[in-house]
């Protein structure tokens, strides 16, 4: 039997979280504020987070708006402690100034993973050549995930990236899991499955009334029906 594909929901407290497992959800990237698109929540709710489902959760690692890593020894510290609270997975990804990666940043913060998976996140649509970015984050611990809509603007957008990426999976830089979110819609969806793209990331799409209103576990249900059977 092929392995399902992957649902991951944005959660950004316990209540969201419970309802997104409820609904079939996979996985949870676990968040604060997304006015700024997300940054590092507080450990506490890390923890209730963890109390509440049992699914794997991947925690921000984004401490300020912008892709830059800002005070890089803040963020060891805040991955530290995120660890130090029994987070498991993460998500991070940094750049510097010209849009290429930020090597050094991204290199102390996993330093500090001790080797837990990390999805690098939609950074990689605002890169100056993602494809460089792959290359050179290729082999560092733990790197199991790149999020990603093939452009800054989205995914109907970046269509032709995903699937260009897709197609090279299994080579240098490209082994990653490709986690496609950022403006994904249910129609999407029968065409990044059929170019075998195989995990899927939601956030608003789980909350139909707004970012103001908890997670619907009817939203996800229906998602994950969509994402299991390959057709909108």
Do not use: N
């Amino acid at each position: 039997m092929s392995k399902r594909a992957v649902l991951e929901v944005i959660a950004l407290d316990a209540e969201d979280a419970v309802a997104a497992q409820a609904g079939g959800a996979d996985r949870l990237e676990l968040v604060t504020d997304m006015a700024a698109d997300g940054l590092t929540p507080a450990v506490a709710t890390v923890t209730a987070i963890r109390a509440a489902v049992d699914i794997p959760v991947r925690v921000m690692l984004r401490l300020s708006d912008g892709f830059g890593a800002g005070d890089v020894s803040r963020v060891v510290q805040v991955a530290r402690e995120t660890r130090s609270a029994g987070a498991e997975e993460f998500v991070l990804g940094f750049l510097d100034a010209s849009g290429e990666v930020d090597l050094a940043a991204v290199e102390r913060v996993v330093e500090v993973l001790d080797g837990c998976p990390w999805t690098f996140h939609r950074a990689i649509d605002h890169a100056a050549d993602r494809d460089a970015l792959r290359k050179q984050l290729d082999g560092l611990p733990g790197l199991d995930t790149y999020l990603t809509a093939g452009s800054a603007v989205g995914v109907d957008e970046g269509l032709p990236v995903l699937l260009r990426e897709a197609a090279r999976h299994g080579e240098p830089g490209y082994e990653q899991q490709l986690l496609v979110g950022g403006g994904l819609r249910l129609d999407h969806v029968p065409g990044l499955r059929a170019a075998g793209i195989d995990a899927f990331h939601i956030g608003g799409a789980a909350r139909p009334d707004g970012w103001e209103s908890p997670v619907s576990a009817e939203a996800v249900r229906e998602w994950r029906r969509v994402v299991d059977e390959g057709r909108g």
